[in-house]
């Protein structure tokens, strides 16, 4: 058997034995086809990784044309390859061609190449392209209907995809969003996209808290392992390596969406203040009684908007809470019952969400609501705890620090040394306070300033007690810390 007889039977052989989508054959329906095809695929990976884009660009099309099927990689590499392509091109029919050929290489991907690409991820891209080289002309020419069929790709691509839509996706359907709402002048365009966004894009980040969080024992039971004598060094390096990648990868996932949804509610805020946001959704609201979808749409939007103080929001999501009770919703009834003074039901519901809560991480807001809920009972040991819970699971968490020292500079003579020296509880109490100015730049002024107003015992009453400067000193009763004389 010949070399190319051999490779042919090879390729029908995998073909075979794997589901390809829309093609009938993965090389070709020959010999003679899957040799060109492979040929192709080869070729444009020479040009493209030695950056000849022109020169791949033609292999690239024979590939796309003859065999789709072929190497998923294909489309994967179109977007950088037409991105060089439209740059280097001068003529503008050309390139115009090119941004054509870019937008529809993503239209099919997802039927060559199922289990990798998706029909909305590609819908994301077609519309961001359109967006990046298409909507200035737009605007200055002033083609609405065109932006419009943007803004509804973009649309059709987030309901497919969900919470799995990427941050760029995102960033750039929300311009698109804040266009049609000036161009139509519908302030509706932009709430229903912001409640898209913020639904999604929470969801998206638990979901990568989630991941990070499953893999944090496994650290803990490699180490084990590798102390144990179970696996010896390199072993223990390899699986660590891998280890810290995936957790980067989804802390690295989290920052870029919060930093999407940052730039979302930047642009969001001066459409939708509270009133307009309660004039809205008052209508909404009696249509919608028991579409709790929508309704935990309208709840989230009025409070990442601060507007929980809204008749309309109350009543939303008390519906909400009835019919659904989740963490979210116990969270913010939480919240809601603080700022009316019932401090047991929202210590009640503050419990309520800490065991509904998936991630330790959005457990943190709830645990230093509920430490401000027993300072308003002056149970200052509980306080503390729940503080400390929160610092447990995000140590730079400055407005726990701010909490516990406020806890110390109120407790007042019932706590001093064991000399009972006055007013030595705000060294600790400093001590917090610093340490929140240091782990957290966002609190820094707020500890600072409460830091600066603490008094401190005496200058006669350290002399007495033969105390100096420096020295460690202890503060008893419930605080129970070594401090420093100051």
Same mark, same amino acid.
């Given at each position: ?9 090879? $390729? ?21 086809? @899957? ?36 190497? *998923? ?6 977007? +950088? ?11 503008? &029919? ?15 991907? !997802? ?65 698109? &969003? ?48 590798? *102390? ?65 979808? $929508? ?16 008749? $309309? ?6 519906? $909400? !809470? ?18 009316? +003074? ?51 699971? !995000? ?15 109120? @407790? ?11 007013? @030595? ?48 000193? !202890? ?12």
């Amino acid at each position: 058997m010949t070399m190319k007889k051999l490779l042919f039977v090879i $390729v029908l052989s995998i073909s075979s034995t794997l589901a390809f989508g829309q093609c009938n054959f993965r090389y070709g329906a020959n010999e003679e086809d @899957s040799l060109k095809c492979l040929e192709d695929v080869n070729s444009f990976r020479v040009f493209y990784n030695n950056k000849q884009y022109a020169d791949a660009y033609v292999p690239w099309q024979e590939v796309v044309k003859n065999c789709p099927c072929a190497w *998923d990689g294909i489309y994967t590499y179109a977007q +950088n390859m037409f991105d060089n392509l439209i740059k280097a091109e001068t003529d503008s &029919a050309k390139k115009e061609a090119l941004v054509d050929q870019l937008i529809d290489s993503y239209r099919n991907r !997802h039927l060559y190449f199922p289990k990798k690409y998706t029909e909305g991820n590609g819908l994301g891209f077609m519309a961001y392209n359109a967006y990046r080289y298409r909507i200035k002309n737009y605007m200055k020419n002033k083609e609405y209907d065109k932006i419009e069929d943007i803004y509804n790709m973009y649309v059709r691509s987030v309901e497919l995809e969900k919470d799995a839509t990427q941050p760029n996706i995102w960033d750039t359907y929300f311009i698109v &969003a804040e266009i049609m709402t000036q161009v139509k002048k519908d302030t509706n365009i932009i709430i229903e996209a912001y409640e898209r966004a913020t639904d999604y894009i929470d969801v998206a980040i638990v979901n990568a808290f989630v991941k990070y969080e499953k893999q944090l024992p496994n650290f803990e039971n490699l180490q084990a392992a590798f *102390d144990n004598g179970q696996i010896d060094k390199l072993e223990y390096d390899k699986r660590f390596k891998n280890l810290s990648a995936d957790t980067a990868r989804q802390m690295k996932l989290v920052s870029n969406y919060r930093k999407t949804l940052s730039n979302v509610e930047g642009k969001f805020q001066p459409y939708a203040p509270c009133n307009v946001l309660e004039a809205v959704y008052a209508k909404k609201i009696n249509q919608n009684r028991d579409n709790i979808k $929508v309704l935990k749409k309208m709840v989230l939007t009025m409070s990442k908007g601060g507007c929980i103080t809204s008749p $309309v929001f109350k009543e939303a999501l008390e519906i $909400v !809470h009835n019919a659904e009770p989740g963490a979210q919703s116990a969270y913010l009834m939480g919240n809601l019952s603080l700022r009316n +003074n019932e401090v047991d039901k929202a210590i009640n519901y503050f419990d309520q969400a800490i065991e509904l809560f998936e991630t330790e991480e959005q457990k943190v807001d709830c645990y230093y609501m509920l430490g401000l809920a027993y300072q308003l009972q002056q149970k200052y040991s509980e306080s503390r705890s729940a503080a400390l819970q929160a610092i447990k699971i !995000h140590p730079n968490c400055g407005k726990a620090y701010i909490l516990i020292g406020d806890l110390y500079a109120s @407790s007042g003579n019932r706590c001093g040394g064991d000399d009972f020296l006055p007013r @030595s509880y705000n060294w600790c109490a400093a001590d917090k306070y610093a340490k929140a100015a240091a782990v957290d730049p966002s609190c820094a002024e707020t500890a600072n300033a409460k830091r600066a107003k603490l008094a401190f015992p005496t200058k006669q009453d350290r002399f007495v007690r033969g105390l100096n400067d420096g020295q460690s000193y !202890h503060v008893g009763c419930w605080i129970n810390e070594t401090t420093t004389i100051r």
